[in-house]
């Protein structure tokens, strides 16, 4: 059967940043943690998640912020 890995990416839409990365439900990036992050383009990020494996499972939010999931295979 197969398995998978699941990544959550929280993105401020104001500020075009990402706020919080976690896979399998441990975080491993907190905007609050660090002292900058760049402007994020998501064309650029799904592409570069999508040539590690990564396939958009689902997406929701607002107009300030959006929430979205992917999987991948665990190997």
Do not use: C, H
């Not at 929280?10 to 075009?16: I, L, P």
């Amino acid at each position: 059967m197969q398995k998978w890995e699941y990544l959550r990416i929280v993105v401020n839409m104001d500020e075009r940043v990402v706020d919080d990365v976690t896979v399998n439900d441990v975080k491993v990036f907190d905007q609050d943690q660090q002292s900058k992050t760049k402007e994020v383009e998501l064309s650029d990020l799904f592409a570069k998640l999508g040539s590690e494996g990564w396939e958009l499972v689902n997406g929701w939010g607002s107009q300030s912020w959006e929430v979205f999931y992917f999987k991948r295979p665990v190997e």
